[in-house]
């Protein structure tokens, strides 16, 4: 049963970075295309960053691209997302996902929270 685990959120001052990982302990990554999504307070859940584990393709959100990246470890055990440039309106809660490519998401991750302060 795939297990996804978010870590690394915490506090930190704009302007400044975070890396959020992702697993599924004891495995590796579950689908082909995996993807950070984030809900900020008050809105619904959005799409931030994506990539396509073969195909090596990542795409982003126009509000994080530029600042946020997306990548996988060699061994296709961990999902990044390295943050910089962090703003006030970054904060929220960040899942992984699994999914099919081109389709709906399979997996969720619990969520790990990322506060930002001015």
């Known amino acids: 049963q795939v297990q996804l685990a978010e870590s690394g959120g915490g506090s930190v001052q704009a302007g400044g970075s975070l890396r959020l990982s992702c697993i599924d302990p004891?495995?590796?990554?579950?689908?082909?295309?995996m993807d950070w999504f984030r809900q900020r307070p008050g809105k619904e859940r959005e799409g931030g960053a994506g990539?396509?584990?073969?195909?090596?393709?990542?795409s982003y959100a126009d509000s994080v691209q530029g600042r946020f990246t997306i990548s996988i470890d060699n061994r296709r055990e961990i999902l990044y997302l390295q943050m910089s440039a962090l703003e006030h309106e970054d904060a929220g809660m960040y899942y992984c996902?699994?999914?099919?490519?081109?389709?709906?998401?399979?997996?969720w991750g619990q969520g790990t929270q990322v506060n930002v302060s001015s």
């Open positions: 996902a699994g999914r099919v490519c081109g389709g709906r998401v399979l997996y």
């Open positions: 004891g495995y590796t990554l579950p689908r082909e295309c």
């Open positions: 990539i396509n584990l073969s195909a090596g393709r990542t």
